[in-house]
Structures are given as C-alpha cells and as structure tokens.
C-alpha cells in the first residue's frame, strides 16, 4: 500500500544514507556497472537508486530477441567505428567508440555465462541476425541481470526516483528522491555517482497514444522520461547532440520493433505501389542496409508523396518461419504476437504496415546526452554517465550500454581513491528541494486543485509534436515553429506552479513532465543552432535542407546556466582516429 500524501512538508519522513559509490538507474548500465564496481573493490558499498523494481526495469524489462551490436571473429573494433560512423552520418565520438568496442563482447559473453541463452548456428558461433547482430532468446536477460548485482552484494534501492542531485558548488556528491511507495525523501550522500537512467521518451506526442487507454504504447521504456538529463541541464553539465533525434520504422498502430522482420527476415519496406522503397529510391544511400535515419525517413517521404501506406513485405515467408518469429517476438514484444491475432492477420498474405516512431533523445542509439571523456566523466565533477544518458556514442545497444557501466565503475572508483574529502552537504539546498519535490503533493492537499501532469503532458506533447518536428509533421521543422515551440515551453514551464498530485504515483508524473520540460527546451535549441539537415528522418530542418560540412561538421553543445537558466549552444570539433570516409561503412 502506498503512503498517504503529506499535507505539510514537516510530516514527510527522512532516510539519508552514505555510500561510496551511488548509481542511479538499476537497467542494464546501471547494473553492469555496480557488478563491476563490487568486483573491482569489494569492500566499497555499492548503492543502487531504482524508480521502477530492478527485475523487470527499463529498456530490457520484457526482454530483447537480439544483441544489436557484437563483434564477429571477423570483424574488428576499427570496423565497428566505421559502420557506426557511417550509419551516424559520419558524426560520434571515435574515442568514446573505440573504448566501448573494446569491452563489447566481453559483456556479452558474460552474460550467456550467468544464463542468457544465446542461439548458436552449426559451427557453434553465435547465430547472426545481420553484421552486427546476434539472436538472442533475452525474455528473461533482465531478471539474471538483477539476481547478479544481489549476488555481488549491491544494495538496492527499489521504487526510489531521483529528483536531483546533492551538490557541493559544481562537485557531485549524490543525490536526492522520493520514495514512489514509502513516500520518504532520500537524501543519499556518496563519494561518486553515476547516472544511468535511460534516455527521454514521452517528449513528443505518439501517433500510437489515444491520451485514454495507450496512454504509454510508445517503442521505448516509457518510465526513462529523460530525468537524468534534467538533472545533469540543472546542475549545468555540458551536453551533447540533443538535436539528432532518434526517431525509427515501426509497426503501425503498435509501435513494435521492425528490425525483427526487415533483418531477421530479408522483409523488404515496400509502398503501396509494391515499390521496394530502399532498394529502388535509396540504392546511393546502401539500399536496404540504409543508415536508419534514411530508413526512418523514407516511409514518410512516400506518404508525402502519395505513395502511402507502406509495409514490410512478409509475404515470401514459410509458416515456418512466421513461428520462428512470432517467438522473437515474444522474446522482446510479447504483445505483439496479440496485436497480429486479434487482427487476424496472416502475415504471409498480407504485409506488416510501418510507420515512423514519435522522436526519442537515446544516447545508446544516437548520440545525445552528456558529454564525457573516455573514464565516462561528465563535466561535473564526480558525476560519471553511461548507457542511453551519455552522449557521443549512436548504436551502443544492449552490450554497449553495458560495456559503458563498466567503464564508468573504473571511472568512478579511480576518481574515488583519489578524493581528498567527501564534500559538504548543504541543508539549504536539501530544504530546498525538499520543498520543491512535495509542492504538487502539498498543492493537492490545502488548495484542491490545479493542473494535473496528465494535462500538461498532453499539451507538452502536441506541442513538440506540431512546432518541433514531431511525426504528425514527418519530423519536418524550421526555425519560426521552433521558436514558437520555445515561447511556449516556457509558458508551460511556468505553468508547473500549478502542478498537483493526487498520490504518490502522480506525484512522480509531476516530476516526469518538469524534467520533460527542462529536456525538450534543451533540445529545441539544439534544433534551432544546426542549420542543416544531417539526417533527414531525425532532424529535417526544411528550411536547411542540405547537408552543410563547412558550417556543421562539428558537435553541437550546451550548457544551462544553473543561476540565471540561460542556455548557451556551443560547438565542439570532430576528432578522427580511424581513417577512411566517415560517410561509407
Ligand atoms: C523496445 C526496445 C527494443 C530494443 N531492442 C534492442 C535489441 O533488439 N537489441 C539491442 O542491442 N538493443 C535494443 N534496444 C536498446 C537497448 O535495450 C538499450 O539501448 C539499453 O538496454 C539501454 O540501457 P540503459 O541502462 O542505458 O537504460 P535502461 O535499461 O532503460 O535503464 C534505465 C534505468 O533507469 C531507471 N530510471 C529512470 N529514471 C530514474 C530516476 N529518476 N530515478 C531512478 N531510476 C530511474 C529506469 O527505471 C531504468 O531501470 C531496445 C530498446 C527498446 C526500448
């Protein structure tokens, strides 16, 4: 049962605890990296800081049908900098690339050791999906995940969300939250931190979400709602490539994974001519190997060109092979395998619709998020970032996301020995975020009423959606609606006065569309400062419609200024370290 709302601030309990090294996020990063600080430093108390249960949390909690990046005993770590490279429209970061690549498969492997079954082909290799890809039955990769970090001695905290960081001047010394059932305030001092809390969904309006009964049919975990990158634009961290967006194919009506079929299956997209968009427009671009910014965008392209709807041609597959994937499925989408039979539709008679996807911020996809150097340091000292929150590496995946936990363990626990004092905490600021974290609980309870997140976020989302190159405008932006979407983010952000919860649950909402709010005005003005169109289907400047290398060959950065809220965008130049043309794999 969850703890009743407190009417005044004096009636919401304390638990502060002090830990050497504080992760916050348990999902894959999170996890990966507290497995690798215990058996680096046993004697270390490990903290863990979950918004959701660490068994069945973030991207991975109903499971994955694939690793989407490993690398093959033909394959290299400079080849996989290329590729990525290639498919990024030749922007991320080599260094952070390479060090990723690095403990990539190592990762991996140890997770079939702890149980994760890993399919085979004759020769007994791991069975490819595609280059890259290797098929994975992963319904329960999370669960072994969790049981893992127990067994290495961990502590986790389960059902506590951060809210913001515990600061000492610009120096991280932890963090503070709520408990979504206890209702407690946490206040966790620790001698370093590490963010892992998932990338920003839920910023933009889904075609998929009728605001009723799907309020959260989107494609990623709808809990990370980008709060880690809230904390980080606060606290005046640096960030990085907001504005390429990850914005991907799906199922219509459903939203569900498409490399499954396009990959798995050779299904090519095809448009309702029975066109093969890829292989016929796209052939200069790689054709059905495409970047997927150009796979993303092509389906919107045909319909604007009338030649939608568009599907996946599944009609050449054997019913033995529809099992087959109808089992993925229920590896990684159970509902999926629903979705089809509820419909009643044979998938070798009649193909799969697609669709593009509502925009994500996902560093483990593209490459927004903190800007960190190869140790996994942010700009804020202590403060260490891996997974989909840290910036500079696109197509990290599964495994990359866990190679980056353990980086950022190794990070963290050399920055610890080298601490001379653990910082101070400052009352004032705890009281203050006290204040700031109950306001919607406390608002409820003595005024009765007010704006509940529920509305706001529909209003945050259509507005994203229409002003800031959401789906329902094909990604499609220039610079007056972007400047109105910013006149009205603040609006809204004003309006966050007016916030109330009616329990603990809608208190954390609360929190979820504050942090949206400070995230999509990042992003806004990361979309506003590049003006070219780098990649079509994730950021579609119209009014830039060309590439522009001599202006935007480069990272576009930010910085919130954490006294006056100022946002200053900034660019930081490209350093290669693999040679060879950063547009071609
Ligand atoms: C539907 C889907 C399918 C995918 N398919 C594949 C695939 O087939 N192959 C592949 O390689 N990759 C795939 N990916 C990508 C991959 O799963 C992710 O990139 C990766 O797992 C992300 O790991 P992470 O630790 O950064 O984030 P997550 O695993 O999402 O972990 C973030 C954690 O932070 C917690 N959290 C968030 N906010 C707070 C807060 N305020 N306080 C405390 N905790 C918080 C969340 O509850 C969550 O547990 C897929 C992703 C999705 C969503």
Redo the contacts with the bound molecule.
């Keep these: 049962m969850a703890a009743k709302l407190p009417a005044k601030l004096e009636e919401v309990g304390e638990v502060r605890l002090e830990t050497d090294i504080l992760i ?8 990966y990296a507290a497995i690798e600080a215990k058996r680096r430093r046993p004697d270390l108390r490990v903290t863990l ?4 249960h ?1 068994d069945r ?6 499971g ?6 490993y690398i093959k005993k033909n394959e290299t770590v400079e080849n996989l900098v290329r590729w990525s490279r290639a498919q990024a429209g030749g922007l991320l970061r080599e260094d952070l690339t390479i060090t990723m690549a690095e403990l990539l498969n190592q990762a991996i492997e140890e997770w079939e050791e702890w149980g994760l079954p890993i399919k085979k082909d004759e020769n007994g290799e791991y069975l490819a999906r595609g280059r890259w ?1 290797i098929a994975i039955q ?1 319904s329960e990769m ?1 669960v072994i995940l969790a049981e893992k970090v127990r067994e290495y001695g961990c502590e986790v905290l389960n059902r ?4 913001n960081y515990l600061l000492d001047g610009d120096r991280v010394i932890g963090a503070m ?1 709520f408990g979504v059932r206890d209702g407690k305030f946490y206040i966790i001092k620790a001698g370093a931190t590490i963010v ?4 920003a969904a839920g910023l933009y309006k889904p075609y998929t979400n009728d605001g009723v009964d799907s309020h959260h049919q989107i ?3 709808p ?3 980008g ?2 990158y809230a ?1 980080g634009i606060r606290a005046g961290a640096e960030m990085t490539t907001f504005e390429m967006r990850w914005c991907a194919v799906r199922t219509k009506d459903f939203n569900g ?1 498409i ?2 079929i396009s990959v798995g299956y050779k299904a090519p997209m095809i448009n309702a001519k029975g066109e093969k968009i890829l292989a016929e427009r796209y052939a200069h671009m790689g054709g059905d190997a495409s970047p997927r910014f150009v796979r993303a965008n092509a389906p919107m392209e045909e319909w604007l060109a009338g030649r939608g709807p568009c599907y996946v041609d599944t009609r050449h597959m054997t019913p033995e092979q529809v099992k087959t994937l109808k089992i993925d499925y229920l590896n ?2 159970p509902s999926f395998v629903l979705f089809l039979a509820a419909r009643g539709q044979d998938i070798t008679r009649e193909p799969i619709e697609v669709y593009g996807s509502d925009p994500y911020i ?4 593209t490459a927004s998020g903190y800007w960190i150097d190869v140790k996994r340091a942010t700009t804020l000292p202590g403060l260490f970032a ?4 840290a910036g500079g590496v696109p197509n ?7 190679a980056e ?1 353990m980086l950022a363990a190794r990070g963290a626990i050399e920055y610890l020995e080298s601490l001379a004092d653990r910082g101070q905490v400052d009352e004032s600021l705890v009281a203050a975020e006290k204040a700031r974290v109950y306001a919607p609980a406390i608002r409820q309870v003595r005024e009765g009423d007010g704006v509940i997140p529920r509305e706001m976020e529909e209003r945050l989302q259509r507005l994203m959606d229409e002003y800031a190159g959401g789906v329902h405008q094909f990604y499609r932006m220039n610079r007056e609606r972007l400047e109105y979407a910013l006149k009205h983010l603040a609006i809204l952000k004003d309006q966050t006065r007016y916030l109330v919860a009616h329990d603990l649950h809608e208190l954390m909402e609360a929190h979820e569309i504050i ?1 949206r709010l400070d995230v999509a005005e990042v992003l806004v003005h990361h979309l506003l400062f590049r003006e070219e169109t780098r990649w079509p289907g994730w950021q579609n400047r119209v009014d830039f419609p060309e590439r522009d290398d001599t202006r935007f060959d480069c990272f576009v950065n930010s910085r919130r200024n954490p006294q006056t809220g100022e946002i200053e965008v900034f660019t930081r130049p490209y350093e290669q370290i693999i040679p060879g043309d950063r547009y071609r794999p």
Excluded at 49 to 52: F, I, L, V
């Design positions: 916050i996020g348990a999902g894959n990063a999170g996890c800081m979950e918004k959701a660490i949390s973030g991207c991975l909690a109903s994955m049908d694939a690793i989407n990046t890809d992963g999370k506590v969300v951060a809210t939250g892992a809390t998932g990338g494609w990623y975990c809990f990370n709602v709060t880690g904390m994974p490399d499954t990684e989408r996902v560093g483990g996809h891996c997974g989909d929150v990290k995946f599964v495994g990359g996301c866990a936990g942090d």
